[in-house]
């Protein structure tokens, strides 16, 4: 897990102010449209494409890495790319289920890429042959999804990449594409194109348009303030993401200009070391080392290291996209399937520490583990302590804390009451013998007043 340093997180909030809102947007407009996001904390990611056919090798060759970027890293030319429509057949597809594992690990929302860096469109598109009419399947794939996401109360979401390595008019050649043939590439021919087919994906009522691939020299700052305008104005409650526009600090994600569109941002496979007051953020991670579907990268990462990535995201205010690449069958891999069990069983005892919850009152992360905080109705509020490394003297000490405690216990026993002690401007909690459970045991203690750390 890479940690952007403190200073150059700090300088960014000197710069960044609040990103972008919508125009003529008020603050309480902005709440009310951005509410859904911040209580969710957690959503699902999937890459899914012709990329899932060969599953990250190519004549031979293994690729590692994102393999959704096989095209690339393979150098294919168009022409040869195309013959894979021919076997992406995902008839094990079923969206019902994959929403259903995505709920019950306490993901509120799902983002989909319905188009990726190689343009194939994931449905049926008025536009262009170059999508899922074209394969022996035919059938819509997003429609199932958002039916499902409709019945589970599941906000369905929508990833798009600008950049298309399969259109003519893309104005960023590269030989190996074989349309670099297009000696001046129109980008106004291009943008129609991509509006018609946003067009076609604001029917759906995605809650998110993520975009992405956005950083080739053809798409331009310019171009991004009307799409994201061209987008607010048709669907007012739509929340678009940084990459729309050209103001993200690459992997970190963080805008680096108030002038740019997007409403929150994107760090990508990385944890800022601390959050941005009033600034939205979704970290978005793999659970191996690749976004789309590879028959060979088996580096999983463990479900105590999901678990607590999403503790950690969320202690600094932010929200996890967390990534599953399903196979060319439509099946999510058995490894993330596995994980995803794991994480909805600690979500179902400790989801209330994770949703609807807000940054930790703690300037520096403590070392026994992460906090999230909840305001109360009464004006108290009320602390969740995500505890990774158990008190061996049963003392839990939260230096710096003033408030008087109010009341402590496990958040999975709420009827057995843990002593709170306070003394020299620190809190105790005398805690049990043994952690309850060794991802994270989670104690519950509630304060008089706003959170005070010195
Ligand atoms: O190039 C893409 C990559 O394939 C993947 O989709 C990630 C996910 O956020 N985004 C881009 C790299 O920043």
Same mark, same amino acid.
């Given at each position: 897990?890479?940690?952007?340093?403190?200073?150059?997180?700090?300088?960014?909030?000197?710069?960044?102010?609040?990103?972008?809102?919508?125009?003529?947007?008020?603050?309480?407009?902005?709440?009310?449209?951005?509410?859904?996001? &911040?209580?969710?904390?957690?959503?699902?990611?999937?890459?899914?494409?012709?990329?899932?056919?060969?599953?990250?090798?190519?004549?031979?060759?293994?690729?590692?890495?994102?393999?959704?970027?096989?095209?690339?890293?393979?150098?294919?030319?168009?022409?040869?790319?195309?013959?894979?429509?021919?076997?992406?057949?995902?008839?094990?597809?079923?969206?019902?289920?994959?929403?259903?594992?995505?709920?019950?690990?306490?993901?509120?929302?799902?983002?989909?890429?319905?188009?990726?860096?190689?343009?194939?469109?994931?449905?049926?598109?008025?536009?262009?042959?170059?999508?899922?009419?074209?394969?022996?399947?035919?059938?819509?794939?997003?429609?199932?999804? %958002?039916?499902?996401?409709?019945?589970?109360?599941?906000?369905?979401?929508?990833?798009?990449?600008?950049?298309?390595?399969?259109?003519?008019?893309?104005?960023?050649?590269?030989?190996?594409?074989?349309?670099?043939?297009?000696?001046?590439?129109?980008?106004?021919?291009?943008?129609?194109?991509?509006?018609?087919? !946003?067009?076609?994906?604001?029917?759906?009522?995605?809650?998110?348009?993520?975009?992405?691939?956005?950083?080739?020299?053809?798409?331009?700052?310019?171009?991004?303030?009307?799409?994201?305008?061209?987008?607010?104005?048709?669907?007012?409650?739509?929340?678009?993401?940084?990459?729309?526009?050209?103001? &993200?600090?690459?992997?970190?994600?963080?805008?680096?200009?108030?002038?740019?569109?997007?409403?929150?941002?994107?760090?990508?496979?990385?944890?800022?070391?601390?959050? !941005?007051?009033?600034?939205?953020?979704?970290?978005?991670?793999?659970?191996?080392?690749?976004?789309?579907?590879?028959?060979?990268?088996?580096?999983?990462?463990?479900?105590?290291?999901?678990? &607590?990535?999403?503790?950690?995201?969320?202690?600094?205010?932010?929200?996890?996209?967390?990534?599953?690449?399903?196979?060319?069958?439509?099946?999510?891999?058995?490894?993330?399937?596995?994980?995803?069990?794991?994480?909805?069983?600690?979500?179902?005892?400790?989801?209330?520490?994770?949703?609807?919850?807000?940054?930790?009152?703690?300037?520096?992360?403590?070392?026994?583990?992460?906090?999230?905080?909840?305001?109360?109705?009464?004006?108290?509020?009320?602390?969740?302590?995500?505890?990774?490394?158990?008190?061996?003297?049963?003392?839990?000490?939260?230096?710096?804390?003033?408030?008087?405690?109010?009341?402590?216990?496990?958040?999975?026993?709420?009827?057995? %009451?843990?002593?709170?002690?306070?003394?020299?401007?620190?809190?105790?909690?005398?805690?049990?013998?043994?952690?309850?459970?060794?991802?994270?045991?989670?104690?519950?203690?509630?304060?008089?007043?706003?959170?005070?750390?010195?």
């Amino acid at each position: 897990m890479k940690f952007t340093p403190i200073l150059a997180v700090a300088a960014l909030a000197a710069v960044l102010g609040n990103v972008q809102p919508a125009q003529a947007e008020t603050k309480a407009e902005n709440d009310a449209r951005m509410g859904w996001f &911040r209580e969710a904390r957690f959503g699902m990611f999937i890459h899914w494409g012709l990329y899932a056919v060969p599953a990250g090798e190519w004549k031979g060759k293994k690729y590692g890495g994102g393999v959704e970027w096989l095209q690339s890293l393979a150098n294919i030319p168009v022409a040869e790319y195309t013959p894979l429509l021919e076997k992406f057949n995902p008839v094990k597809y079923d969206a019902e289920e994959w929403v259903r594992l995505a709920k019950d690990a306490g993901m509120k929302y799902i983002v989909i890429t319905t188009k990726h860096h190689d343009g194939f469109c994931l449905w049926d598109s008025a536009q262009t042959d170059w999508d899922i009419g074209a394969t022996p399947y035919k059938k819509d794939l997003l429609k199932p999804l %958002a039916d499902a996401c409709a019945k589970q109360g599941i906000r369905l979401c929508f990833y798009h990449s600008i950049m298309d390595w399969h259109h003519p008019e893309w104005g960023d050649k590269a030989a190996w594409r074989g349309n670099a043939a297009t000696a001046k590439p129109d980008m106004d021919k291009f943008s129609a194109y991509l509006k018609a087919q !946003l067009d076609e994906l604001l029917a759906y009522k995605p809650g998110i348009l993520w975009f992405d691939g956005e950083w080739e020299k053809a798409w331009t700052h310019e171009r991004g303030v009307d799409l994201y305008n061209y987008l607010l104005e048709k669907s007012p409650a739509l929340i678009v993401n940084n990459r729309v526009d050209k103001g &993200r600090n690459g992997m970190a994600g963080f805008n680096t200009g108030s002038q740019f569109k997007g409403d929150y941002c994107t760090p990508e496979q990385e944890i800022p070391a601390s959050g !941005l007051p009033g600034v939205d953020w979704e970290s978005c991670m793999t659970m191996n080392n690749t976004w789309g579907y590879s028959a060979h990268d088996n580096k999983w990462k463990s479900t105590e290291m999901l678990v &607590r990535n999403l503790i950690d995201i969320a202690s600094k205010g932010g929200n996890y996209l967390l990534n599953v690449g399903p196979t060319s069958e439509g099946l999510i891999p058995a490894p993330s399937v596995e994980r995803l069990q794991g994480i909805a069983a600690w979500m179902k005892v400790n989801g209330a520490a994770i949703h609807g919850t807000t940054a930790s009152p703690f300037s520096k992360t403590p070392d026994w583990g992460r906090c999230t905080t909840r305001s109360l109705p009464d004006g108290n509020t009320r602390l969740y302590l995500h505890v990774f490394n158990w008190p061996a003297d049963g003392r839990l000490v939260l230096n710096g804390l003033t408030n008087e405690g109010l009341k402590a216990s496990l958040l999975a026993k709420p009827g057995d %009451a843990l002593k709170i002690t306070s003394a020299d401007g620190s809190l105790t909690i005398a805690v049990p013998a043994q952690a309850a459970d060794p991802l994270a045991t989670v104690i519950v203690l509630d304060v008089k007043g706003a959170a005070k750390v010195q």
